[in-house]
């Protein structure tokens, strides 16, 4: 799906340097690493809302920059955390997601079924008429989960996204999502939920340290090395079992 | 509904005042004009309705619907409920850029010169507004509304420098920035209609892309939506029509604040019915307001009025929403 040549970011400091990466089609990678690793700036590159300082990034063998902002948006959908000022019911937030399918003034048999899918996957059919201002953060970030689904795009950005979600719908819409058949990206600040996916990207000052999949175990030494901490401290309090 | 009740209270603004018409005059004078029927009526009625009185109403539904379109579009674009033409300075900058053009007597393009001054002082304002407020990094309400009320503020002392140091009779300047419709006229009219015809045509056809930006700029660019150019696009037509609401009337505070609260509370946030509505609750409501207003002996400033009224309002919301998202930014 994607191919990352050589890509560099910076603002003042280094944001990413020299990323070569192949994203395969129907796979679900997550990306972890410590504060300021460039994860984030790497999902926006990749949703095209970044530029880019040096290298390219292809998708589907095209540049990523040949492409319209509608149809990328057909491609690719983004979740990250977001507030909401206005109270839209849970309903019309979701349904947005459609804009880039739908006609101008009307939506369309097929733009109604993808709502109702995407609501129906995030269990949210009970919140359908609520208004957004009154969600919990678990259930707002399900909202915004929903919306790029209603996008319906082949590809699946997620920043943080599951966070403050209840492991149940994790997995549940998890399960969805590989089911549709989705190129998944996902950061993770959470290493045990990496683990779910087929392939981990390592982020460590701005490179990418190590992409391991899921067949591999992660031994003690490099997560000591990766995120520079001593494992053994951290089992004599029964963390060990948690972070492998 | 709103449709109904400001057709009513057009026809009963109308035959209010210190000439009273009865309705049934009022139909006979418009079937005189319009259908060329010949009913006998005096010359006083007919001046007063079709000279004086219907264009300060109209002159008063336009002023409404096109502060209430322009607040329910700053809010959506800039993602915060609390800003409008007032709140965010771009009035303040419309009306020194409409005195500077009084004072210096520019009128090289006839009625035109005041509207445009006015639109260069607040598109003045309002650059000056976002670049204190940090437009790019965050657009944290509270920040917007201080820098729109500290540079209305300077605009406004700016003013009255200009007053002080004008050669000429600055009276009626000053009575037209508290808000008024004395000087209602077709011109104005005309240029009115036609700039709200123009925003609310490009709201109505933006609406979902009003919808998006107002959740998130992130979000609203990786939906496919321009944000830049949609953004600057509301913001340039929100404060042209702005400008020529203040170069018409002077300043009328708060209406475009409280219109699309209201709006909101009935029929929801969704950009394309809000704008209609904010359009047709705002040419009511000031309507009414001015229709007390000249009713009373002693005519209050309309501006004067609806400060009075909003202010509270203004303060009523900033207490119950702000709290919500100032914590989360």
Redesign the interface.
Known sequence: MYQLDNVCFYYTKPILKNINLTIQKNTFYSIVGPNGAGKTTLL?LL?G?LKPKSGNIFLEKKPIFSY???????K???V?Q????????VY??VS??R??H?K?FSFSKRDYEKIDEAIKICGLEYLKNENI?NLSSGEHQRV?IA?SLA?DTPILLLDEAFSNLDLKYILSILDALMSLNKTIISVFHDIKLARLSDYIIFLKNAQIFKIIDKRQTLSSSFLEQFYDIDTSKLSNIGFSSILI | MLIIFLSFAFFWSLGLGDVHISTKKITEIFGNQIFGTNYHISFTDRYVLLNIRLPRILNAMLVGASLSLCGAIFQAVLLNPLADSYTLGAAGGAAFGATLAFVLNIFYLSVFSISLFAFFGAILSLAIVLYVAGFKSNLSSINLIISGIIVATIFSSAIALLDYMASKDVSYIIFWLMGSFDASNWQNIRILAVTLGVVLFFAFFWADELDIISLNELSAQSLGVNVIKIRFTALILATLLTAVCVSSSGIIGFIGLIVPHIVRFMIGPKNRWLTIYSVLLGALLLLIADTFSRIFSFQVPIGVLTGLIGGPFFLYIYKIKVKKFVSTG
């Open positions: 926006r949703a809302l319209s902002k509608k149809q990328l948006a057909t690719v959908s983004l990250s977001e507030h909401i000022h206005f109270d839209y019911r019309e937030i947005l997601g804009y880039p739908k101008r201002l915004l919306r996008q």
